[in-house]
């Protein structure tokens, strides 16, 4: 390769214009020497031009060749001139440099054809050396390629285990999370979706199958959603079937421990209400408060709670599958709704619920099963249920209960049950009670119910009355043997003196039905006292209300049964009597009963406020009641006699002696008195009063009878006989105690009128009229008139039949003329009288 030019103008100008040929740098030259014959001016133009294009850069040069052309006229011309003369010198520039070297040239391409020969030898040699090396490397070459090949593959599979060891974890986790939704754990599923979305598929998310992986997971979530939702529904369905047995269970473990406590209290106290002696029905009342508990042996059991009895995992894994999938208020509206919904189906009692004690206890054992349920999810969970929640639940409930309980107790008319179902309604109370449910409603209900128990009492105690009074013979109880005697005075205080004293066999004065009633009036008041048990009340409550109870059961239900037994037409003057000896000593039996709940209830009768029994009013009211119907019987039997009465009301003179009737009717009375020497003095003296003053009035009666028309002498004759029967019983004072002739006062209206007929004394009644001291003070002006008229008629149809005796007929003129006279002054007595009142 030549080595360049001098660093002359001319190289200078060749290397600034590489593309312009040889002729055009000629042309330039010549063009410049010409120009140096122009003028001065525009030779110093034209060299200032020249040296600006050999000293600026091509790309520069164009701004300077437009100079010249933009300048005079001609100008191109003589740049073109002076250019060629520029070019010229640079040519004989190069000429004498390139003379110069020519010598050196020549000299170097001789040696250069020298070299030519050793050049070809060393190209043969480096082309053998070239070969042979080919050949050699030929197989390094394609062990070398191997080994990049394996190099590659290498790199191949470091990156595939690299990137495996990013998809391994996920496929892992994706398989762990199949494993956990066929096991149906799903909360931990929903986990392992949550790490492969953040974590793992984030990763590894340019490979498809992470992105199917990704597309599945909402499927799946939704699918876990479903599942814990029907397995909810199936856990719903499930406690509702198991409620029974769960609040069977709280009932039992609260009834113990309720048992327990009353046991430990009693025996710190020393004290608690005495066993019956006597029992319901003949057998010892029940002491398992209607629960139906097992023996000693069950009751020690392991104690069960309801996570015992129900499996509530489905509720948790509902729960947290909703709250790990952010949907937890849909899932706590649903559960609510839900139970809610169970609330109302567990408080709709079954129509027959009040017909058995098991109809009640199973629908407690439901409404307790719920609420049991629904305080461990309170407090198991936090926010499923809340306590706001519970108590809204709680008070729906409340109401429907009591409104349900009060209406089917009253259906109830067996005071068994109606007990039965205080004591589950007691042990209800206190197992809600103890978690946290108020009750006090229910307490208050138990009141009500009490005095339902008590009107059972009262309806069941009459009837057990009313078979008493049936079967009993009303007759003096008979005691053959001191044991007999013991027996008696066992089941009723009665105390007597001379009794005692009498010997063997001897009669109390009362019939079997006294004791018998007083037993079952005790039992009453146990009966009633199991009621008032477990009421959380106190001591006085407890005694007040028996004695409220009681005061009942002898005001309504005994004096009520006494009254109708009174009234049964069956009941004679003997049995009326003995009912009247009963009553006497029942009356006198109350203050043993007051003693009697004193003695349970450790209540003293000096407490204030203390209510009394009224058993003395209620047994003086039977009392004087059957006394009334002593007098109303003993009134109808007269009349039943006098109906038999059969006066010849026309004879001319009495038989002599005193009708049959009136005998036997006198008879009778003698007997019947002798039935009430046991009866008070009053009481027999106040019956024979009474049918006294009824017979007097009859007898009047039947004179004055309207339909009676005319009486003869004789059949007054025959009436004053019977009259004077009256008066000798009465005067033979059959019942003690009458003063004087009191009891015959009963006849002497019908004795005045009598005398005043017999002896015909009526000018001495007409002038002694009015005056205290007159002989027929109780003789009527009205009852004289209408027997006298009665009288005076008898005698004319007396006269006309005896009309063949003149001397008679001149007598009952003159007698005829007296009643006519006598008549006319009682009618103006009668009128007075009337004109005066």
């Known amino acids: 390769m030549l080595r360049p030019l001098s660093t002359g103008s001319g190289t200078r100008l060749y290397s600034r214009f590489p593309a312009v040929s040889r002729s055009l740098l000629t042309t330039i030259m010549n063009t410049t020497n010409m120009a140096e014959n122009e003028s001065l001016e525009c030779i110093t133009e034209h060299e200032r031009i020249l040296q600006e294009i050999e000293s600026t850069d091509t790309a520069c040069v164009g701004p300077t060749l437009r100079s010249v052309y933009d300048d005079q006229p001609n100008a191109h011309k003589r740049f073109m001139e002076k250019l060629d003369i520029r070019i010229r010198n640079h040519d004989r520039e190069i000429e004498k440099m390139c003379n110069f070297h020519h010598q050196g040239f020549v000299d170097a391409i001789t040696e250069l054809l020298k070299v030519r020969a050793d050049a070809e030898k060393l190209m043969g040699q480096v082309t ?43 496929l892992e986790m994706y398989s762990k999370l199949k494993e956990q939704l066929e096991s149906k754990r799903y909360y931990a599923a929903l986990k392992t979706m949550e790490q492969l979305e953040e974590v793992y598929i984030p990763r590894v998310s340019q490979y498809r199958f992470c992105q199917i992986m990704a597309e599945n997971l909402p499927k799946l979530r939704e699918e876990i959603k479903d599942i814990s939702m029907s397995d909810l529904k199936d856990f719903l369905e499930s406690i509702r079937k198991h409620s029974d047995k769960i609040g069977e269970t709280a009932m039992k473990q609260a009834q113990q421990h309720r048992t327990f406590n009353s046991a430990v209290q009693k025996q710190a106290s020393g004290m608690g209400y005495g066993k019956p002696l006597y029992s319901l029905n003949g057998q010892i009342p029940s002491q398992n408060n209607g629960l139906g508990l097992e023996d000693d042996d069950q009751s ?7 996570q015992d009895l129900v499996d509530f995992s489905p509720v948790y894994r509902c729960l947290h599958i909703y709250t790990v999938l952010g949907d937890r208020e849909t899932f706590e509206n649903y559960y609510r709704k839900q139970r809610k919904k169970q609330a109302r189906l567990v408080l709709q009692p079954q129509s027959n619920m009040h017909e058995t004690v098991a109809g009640y206890r199973r629908y407690f054992n439901q409404i307790v099963g719920f609420f049991v349920v629904e305080d461990h999810i309170l407090h198991a969970t936090q926010g499923l249920v809340t306590r706001a929640f519970t108590e809204e639940i709680w008070n729906m409930a409340l109401s429907k209960i009591i409104a349900v309980l009060r209406t089917h107790s009253s ?77 008696v005075i066992s089941r009723f205080p009665f105390h007597d ?20 009633i007083y037993i079952q009036v005790k039992e009453f008041i146990y009966a009633s006292l199991k009621f008032s048990e477990s009421l959380h009340r106190s001591s006085t409550e407890i005694d007040d209300m028996l004695r409220k109870s009681t005061n009942l059961l002898l005001t309504r239900t005994l004096s009520g049964c006494l009254q109708n037994l009174i009234k049964k037409p069956h009941i004679g003057l003997t049995e009326l009597v003995q009912i009247i000896i009963n009553t006497t000593h029942l009356e006198q039996a109350c203050k043993y009963l007051e003693d009697f709940i004193t003695n349970i209830t450790n209540v003293s009768p000096e407490t204030a406020h203390t209510t009394r029994l009224y058993g003395l009013s209620t047994f003086k009211d039977a009392r004087h009641a059957a006394e009334g119907e002593i007098y109303t019987k003993l009134n109808q039997k007269i009349d039943e006699f006098i109906q038999l009465a059969d006066y010849e009301w026309g004879m001319p003179e009495s038989d002599g002696r005193a009708s049959g009737y009136l005998m036997d009717l006198i008879n009778f009375l003698r007997s019947t008195f002798q039935v009430f020497t046991h009866l008070p003095g009053k009481v027999a003296q106040t019956a024979c009063m009474s049918a006294c003053k009824h017979l007097s009035t009859s007898l009047m009666q039947m004179l004055l009878d309207s339909e009676l028309k005319q009486i003869t002498m004789g059949a007054i004759q025959q009436f004053n006989l019977d009259v004077i029967q009256c008066e000798l019983f009465a005067s033979s004072e059959p019942v003690p105690g009458f003063q004087g002739d009191t009891l015959q006062l009963a006849f002497i209206d019908l004795r005045q009128l009598l005398d005043l007929f017999m002896v015909w004394d009526w000018s001495t009644y007409l002038a002694d009229y009015g005056q205290p ?37 001149k007598n009952d003129r003159d007698k005829q003329k007296l009643i006519e006279t006598v008549v006319k002054q009682l009618r103006s007595l009668v009128n007075g009288m009337s004109q005066h009142s």
């Open 300 to 306: 020690e059991e392991e104690v069960l709670t309801a």
């Open 773 to 809: 001291s007159s002989k027929y003070l109780r003789v009527n002006p009205s009852t004289a008139l209408a027997l006298l008229e009665k009288v005076n008629r008898g005698m004319k149809d007396t006269s006309k039949k005896n009309h063949i005796f003149s001397q008679f007929r």
């Open 411 to 487: 259906y109830c008319s067996d005071p068994d049950l109606v007990l039965e179902l205080k004591n589950l309604i007691v042990v209800f109370a206190d197992t809600l009670q103890g978690y946290g449910f108020p009750v006090n409603r229910l307490f208050d209900l138990l009141f009500e119910i009490r005095d339902q128990y008590n009107e059972t009492l009262l309806k069941k105690w009459a009837l057990v009355f009313r078979e008493i009074f049936d079967l009993d013979n009303y007759s003096p109880i008979p005691v053959e043997t001191e044991e007999d005697y013991r027996s």
């Open 128 to 170: 053998d050396t070239n070969r042979r090396l080919q050949d050699a490397g030929r197989e390094v070459t394609a062990q070398t390629e191997e080994v990049i090949r394996c190099r590659i593959q290498q790199r191949n599979m470091a990156t595939t285990v690299e990137k495996l060891q990013l998809c391994i974890p996920v």
């Open 497 to 516: 003196v001379e009794i005692e004293k009498q010997d063997f066999p001897k009669k109390l004065p009362m019939s079997q039905s006294v004791p018998q």
